[in-house]
């Protein structure tokens, strides 16, 4: 019974994200969690949260096998084995959260639901965020973008969204149980059971109290400015081409694909920032010299500087290496280069003679080369530009080196890969914490969707509709500022949770109430 509701509990959870949006179901979703990890075996909680784990990334990350397989051409075996293993490798650091906690500390009671559980979960979903290149889909903050709790986003981050949806959990377990017990009469002397009642019952008021603190707190947050915005304002455009992906790389559609982008550009000149989305160009700049320089031309005669979207081959080892960029048609051109790179899309983590079976396979077998990790923003149109490319926006952390330079956010993704499925949904929702985080718009260029215009609190201002070519103009300003995230990272919330957790460690106490 316990694994099916785990099942049960992990398969509900995606419907928190988007497209479905029901962001209260998160905290039902790990509350059902927290409740069957209490009074288990380091072992079985493993296996609880696995069950857990499995379900959500399962329904929640499907599409992976979209890209893999009906998109990216790959043998039937090869795309299960790609979702199917990360979708164990995700489950299991939702295991090792009830592992940790159920080895080493207390999982029952109100201390254990509101402290100990939380904070060994947050640090098992930053530590999903960064080990093995990191994969943070579907962490639990990003739930939230229609609640209050997006309030937390720019103080301690993504991860701090995360504890307040989990301390929302365990303070509704806590009531829950309080309010089961309350209706079972007690035996008349009972003392032992009075008594039992009673610290249920302070446990109760403290969740009560917890939770509307949490909630409070996330409102009063989310109505804070940590940020200043400019005096003067910004035209944009973002381009949408919505070529589909078996058509995009196929030789004999490039010239109707510089054509298309050609006449979105054409209809928006005269606006100052024109954004193309990633690879929207699909070959190397190199071989399309006097067509970007067409673009620049006309665009600063209209006084549009154009962020485009193209490969170039690595200036180090030439045109046998590509790497994935966006220009700035400015004077002198910048290049931001992708820096995190995409495991088995954009390069392959196996050995030389793995490599060979995908050569002979007909796969894609060639890495593409990352940039350096601490690009400088683009100075484009009077504004100093922090770019992601792609799935980057996943890794808050490694964008702070921008800030507080930087004053607004470009995000150029090519998210047909997933075709019709809830992933390019979900990755626009990725995209709102990260400008909250840091108090800055976010222009959200997309080949065939979302492509969408985020303001400085993560709220989606505009979008276009998928699948349909055309352009999302809006006016935007600059911020000046840094957030507390921004000054900080991650290091915050890693370390009050972390230093929670150890409050509530049997040793600590009991040297505790030794000393007392």
């Given amino acids: 019974m316990r694994y ?9 959870l995606p419907l928190a994200f988007a497209p479905f949006g029901q962001f209260w179901i998160a905290p039902l979703s790990y509350a059902v969690l927290l409740y069957l990890w209490r009074d288990v075996a380091g072992p ?19 599409w992976t096998f979209i890209a893999v397989r009906i998109i990216g051409g790959a043998p039937i075996a090869v795309a299960l084995f790609l979702t199917v293993g990360l979708v164990v490798v995700c489950a299991a650091f939702v295991g090792l959260a009830g592992y940790v906690a159920a080895r080493w ?3 029952s009671g109100a201390a254990a639901r509101l402290v100990t559980l939380p904070a ?47 301390v929302t959990a365990g303070a509704l377990v806590t009531i829950a149980e309080v309010a089961v017990a309350a209706s079972r009469a007690a035996p008349v002397g009972a003392e032992a059971l009075h ?9 109760a008021l403290a969740a009560v109290l917890v939770l509307a603190a949490v909630w409070i707190a996330g409102l009063a947050a989310r109505e804070q400015r940590w940020t200043t915005p400019q005096q003067r304002t910004l ?19 490039l010239t109707s694909t510089l054509e298309l982008y050609a006449r979105l550009t054409a209809q928006t000149l005269g606006t100052e920032l024109i954004v193309w989305p990633e690879a929207a160009v699909p070959t190397l700049i190199e071989d399309v010299r006097g067509y970007v320089a067409g673009v620049r031309q006309a665009s600063a005669a209209r006084g549009s500087t154009v962020l485009l979207g193209i490969l170039r081959g690595d200036p180090e080892a030439g045109q046998d290496a ?10 002198p051109m910048q290049t931001y280069v992708k820096r995190h790179l995409v495991p088995f899309g954009e390069y392959f983590p196996v050995p030389e003679f793995v490599r060979g079976w995908m050569r002979l396979m007909n796969l894609p077998s060639s890495d593409i080369v990352s940039g350096a990790r601490d690009q400088p923003p683009l100075k484009a149109a009077g504004e100093r530009i922090a770019v992601t490319i792609c799935y980057e926006d996943v890794f808050p952390a490694e964008q702070l080196h921008y800030l507080p330079d930087a004053t607004l956010l470009v995000n150029v993704s090519n998210d047909a890969w997933f075709g019709d499925s809830i992933a390019p949904h ?61 000054r900080v990272g991650n290091w915050a919330v890693v370390l009050l949770a972390l230093g929670a957790a150890l409050t509530q460690l049997p040793a600590l106490r009991a040297f505790a109430r030794r000393r007392a």
């Fill in 44 to 62: 079985r909680a493993f296996g609880l949260g696995f069950a857990y784990g499995c379900a959500s990334f399962g329904f929640g990350t499907y």
């Fill in 105 to 107: 500390f207390n999982t």
């Fill in 120 to 166: 060994s979960f947050v640090l098992c979903e930053w530590l999903r965020g960064w080990a093995f290149t990191g994969f943070g889909w579907l962490s639990a903050g990003y739930s939230q973008t229609g609640s209050w709790l997006m309030g937390y986003a720019p103080v301690l981050g993504l991860h701090g969204v995360s504890w307040a949806v989990l």
């Fill in 195 to 203: 008594a039992q009642r009673r610290r249920r019952y302070a446990g």
């Fill in 322 to 331: 590509a790497q994935n960029v966006l220009v700035a048609l400015t004077e």
């Fill in 235 to 253: 035209s944009v455009a973002l381009l949408q081409g919505a070529i589909v992906q078996d058509l995009k790389w196929k030789p004999e559609q």
């Fill in 4 to 12: 099916a509701l785990s099942l049960l509990a992990g398969a509900a």
């Fill in 426 to 486: 979900q990755h626009l929702q990725i995209a709102q914490p990260l400008a909250a985080e840091v108090g800055r718009y976010m222009l959200r260029a997309t080949n065939t969707g979302v492509t969408a215009v985020i303001d400085e609190r993560g709220r989606v201002l505009a979008r276009l509709r998928q699948f349909e070519p055309g352009v999302l103009k809006a006016t935007v300003r600059g911020f000046d500022g840094a957030t507390p995230y921004a």
